[in-house]
């Protein structure tokens, strides 16, 4: 299991009349949640296109809205990756307000794309080498 | 049941360099079906709130991405209400490119908050009473 | 010169805690009017992209709020060229809410570039030849 | 004048499929940068809409697109004020790539409202406060 925490602070653009993080703006912090977490594992989503040519288009997304997300509040978004990705990567996400309290959780499942070829492919191989050792530690 | 066609032109500023509609602006295109569905009916989100001063949050929101979208395509949001909301209200959402072909589907579930009393309701009785007659149809 | 009106409905997600259309979206709305103006001219900028492997990359924006649009409000988008392009191309917006009072002005440069030499051109002669009756007509 | 600098790390999301951040989404990076430096200076925006009960629309935006923004670049947001705010505010916006190029510029002048009276007021005198010693230090 791989578990990784970023931050990101709700702009006013991202609200709506309600006053809450509009719901559809979720999808954009879950985004840099799993972007930070490439980027901590050494590779980044860039690399990823343009160096290997391999494209990760969303095949499902689930949003469970627990609590409000208000203007200027801080958001821990939690990423976590409980299996070695093969034919698909799930990423399973967590946001926290400044209290620590839950205030959403999803799911994010994602192919991966020879942009080449147009075809879909495995997860890489240099991708799920630096996932790994998370996973072994694991274990024991 | 009820049944509701409505038409999206996707925007430029709603793709991104994969060169499909982002996978975080579904739930605008969700909104848009939802809120035209309502119109439809007699009655707009707009008048929920002010008027009733009904608010509806999102719960739960649930996405598949079976076809890429396109930039500048015409698509269907085919928005179905399948039961008489009570507690909460459950939207079934399809679109469809311009040959027809399913490219999304998804369910978005909203809960009723009585703006004033901050808390939550059942579903207004004049938006359930639009909504039965296109169930007692369908039961015949 | 050549003038022309599409309309567009303002969506939740665009609106903010204010209550209004968020000042960033109302570079959309501009995008939906030029797009629309240049369908009603008989080409699309889709096609200008993959026919004519032409890109038209946004140089200026300026634009001026003159009155608060509301969620819900159907808003006309008037789009004016008021010189044939040539460099570049000038489109004036103005919008206006449903009591037909000017609620935003404004003015956005693009310029032309092949997107296969990646270098800056002037304005495709195929698109200059669908403005120039409108022109012609006005100075007679 | 004061000077802050903030940065923001451009997202998928943000993106268009020109590969370029979307010409509207630079207002959000504005936003950012003013919301910043309000919050350097010790006070926030939701503060002074909560509190004070004031609030900012923008009155103008003006934005030059020097070199194109790519996915994925931590653009550095630099934020000026030139002139203690009275009747409004203008905010001066110069962004930076990580070679440290101008990559665009722009101005966003606000003005305030008083919330529960629904007009116009000068700019609160708790903010011009905190924006004086500046202004001070840079005369002599």
Same mark, same amino acid.
Do not use: C
């Given at each position: 299991m791989y578990v990784h925490q970023t931050k990101v602070r709700v702009r006013y653009g991202e609200t709506?009349?309600?006053? =809450?993080? =509009?719901?559809?703006?979720?999808?954009?912090?879950?985004e840099?949640?799993?972007?930070?977490m490439l980027r901590a594992l050494g590779m980044t989503y860039r690399m990823m296109e343009e160096e290997l040519k391999v494209m990760m288009p969303v095949m499902t997304l689930n949003v469970r809205y627990t609590r409000p997300v208000f203007y200027?509040?801080?958001? &821990?978004?939690?990423? &976590?990756?409980?299996?070695?990705?093969e034919? +698909?990567?799930?990423?399973h996400m967590?946001?926290?307000?400044? +209290?620590g309290k839950l205030v959403n959780g999803g799911t994010v499942k994602l192919g991966f794309i020879d942009a080449v070829e147009k075809k879909r492919i495995d997860a890489p191989a240099s991708f799920v080498e630096k996932l790994i050792p998370f996973f072994e530690q694991n274990e024991k």
């Open positions: 709506d009349q309600m006053g =809450y993080l =509009y719901y559809g703006n979720y999808a954009l912090y879950y840099v949640g799993r972007v930070e200027d509040d801080l958001i &821990t978004v939690q990423t &976590t990756i409980k299996e070695i990705p034919r +698909s990567i799930i990423f967590e946001l926290f307000n400044e +209290s």
